[in-house]
C-alpha cells in the first residue's frame, strides 16, 4: 500500500485537532480504511492511541488543552497496512477557544474567542 500525502491541521481547539491528508494517488488495491496514530508529544515513549476513518480525515478528541501531539497516517488495504506518513505536529489550543490554519500562509493561526456578558437590571 501507498503513503499519504501530508497531514494537515485543517483546526485545533483545546480538547480537539481536525487532521485531513491527500489520498495515494497510487494505489494497486482500494483503501479500506486510515490508521492515524498519535501520542503527547513528552510521551512518545510511554504510550500512544490510534483511531481509523474510512475518509481521508479525522477530528481527534478527548486531548489536553495547549499540548502538542505528533500524528502519523497509514493506510489499510486487503493486502494490509502501509508505512506510517512522516510524523507531523500539532498544539490544540489554551485560551483559544479555536483556531483556524490559513493555507498557503504559514505561522499564521485566527484565534476568535467568544464572551458573553448580560446583565439584567430589574426594578
Known amino acids: 500500500p501507498s503513503l499519504v500525502g501530508a497531514v494537515k491541521k485543517d483546526w485545533a481547539s483545546p480538547n480537539s485537532i481536525a487532521l485531513s491528508w491527500q489520498q495515494p494517488e497510487e494505489t494497486t488495491l482500494p ?16 504510550s500512544y492511541s490510534s483511531t481509523r476513518t474510512r475518509a481521508p480525515s479525522v477530528i481527534v478528541s478527548a486531548l489536553k488543552p495547549a499540548t502538542w501531539y505528533v500524528f502519523s497516517v497509514r493506510t489499510r ?3 494490509g497496512y502501509s508505512s506510517y506518513s512522516p510524523k507531523y505536529e500539532y498544539q490544540t489550543t489554551g485560551d483559544c477557544e479555536y ?4 493555507p498557503n500562509i504559514t505561522n499564521i493561526n485566527l484565534c476568535i474567542s467568544f464572551k458573553v ?7
Open 31 to 46: 483503501i479500506i480504511d486510515y490508521e492515524v496514530k498519535y501520542y503527547e508529544k513528552e510521551q512518545e515513549q510511554l
Open 77 to 79: 488495504t486487503a493486502g
Open 99 to 102: 483556531t483556524l490554519s490559513v
Open 117 to 123: 456578558k448580560y446583565a439584567e437590571v430589574i426594578r
